[in-house]
T-cell receptor
Framework: LAKTTQPISMDSYEGQEVNITCSHN???????ITWYQQFPSQGPRFIIQ???TKVTNEVASLFIPADRKSSTLSLPRVSLSDTAVYYC?????????????FGGGTRVLVKP | GAVVSQHPSRVICKSGTSVKIECRSL??????MFWYRQFPKKSLMLMAT?????????EQGVEKDKFLINHASLTLSTLTVTSAHPEDSSFYIC??????????????????FGPGTRLTVL
């Protein structure tokens, strides 16, 4: 399983764009990248997933460079309710049981 | 999206008792479910992989006799914390993987997580 490294915490203000970069230098060909959001005392919630280039959905964008050794989650115009821990995970679709290994995550604090 | 539920959401028990936590996939079938444990301010730690109709696979350092897992159907997995002690107090979270074979770049390979169960052992 590829190890991921992301900043421990980030502060932002309402209305700003938040970009969280995750490093995964030893990502394998069959690995894809998934981001989850977790609020206190709740289970993680799927945000976005991608393999390469750019993926966008209604809540976020995911930028993955050609070498796939990193990825950046972009949250546009954050609000106070986006304060949460964001996890970057790398997993292989061919891994037995498709296990996910959670790293430390990034604690994002959105201030008014 | 796929919904996973857990019951109970919160449980307080006395030391030495056993506690069962249920994890259900409500609108999809899941041959594979996962159990995690999370301590305050920490990340999720995978405890075991639960496979329908077979024995669970435990991660290194997790006692299988302490944390009994049963995956009796395609929509239900249970975790029983046997002879619970205060150090077992934690937030237990399950997840279920959608079994839709849509290829390598499928958007459906993610896991869906339950809301978690807060266990407090007195």
């Amino acid at each position: 399983l590829a190890k991921t490294t992301q900043p421990i915490s980030m502060d932002s203000y309402e209305g700003q764009e938040v970009n969280i970069t995750c490093s995964h230098n030893n990502i394998a060909t069959n690995d894809y990248i998934t981001w989850y959001q977790q609020f206190p005392s709740q289970g993680p919630r799927f945000i976005i997933q991608g393999y390469k280039t750019k993926v966008t959905n209604e809540v976020a964008s995911l930028f993955i460079p050609a070498d796939r050794k990193s990825s950046t989650l972009s949250l546009p115009r954050v609000s106070l309710s986006d304060t949460a821990v964001y996890y970057c995970l790398v997993a292989s679709v061919k891994a037995a049981g498709n296990k996910l290994t959670f790293g430390g995550g990034t604690r994002v604090l959105v201030k008014p | 999206g796929a919904v996973v539920s857990q019951h109970p959401s919160r449980v307080i028990c006395k030391s030495g008792t056993s506690v069962k936590i249920e994890c259900r996939s409500l609108d999809f079938q899941a041959t594979t479910m996962f159990w995690y444990r999370q301590f305050p301010k920490k990340s999720l730690m995978l405890m075991a992989t639960s496979n329908e109709g077979s024995k669970a696979t435990y991660e290194q350092g997790v006692e299988k006799d302490k944390f009994l897992i049963n995956h009796a159907s395609l929509t239900l997995s249970t975790l029983t914390v046997t002879s619970a002690h205060p150090e077992d107090s934690s937030f237990y979270i399950c997840s279920a993987r959608v079994n839709l074979d849509r290829g390598l770049f499928s958007p459906y390979n993610e896991q869906f997580f339950g809301p978690g169960t807060r266990l407090t052992v007195l």
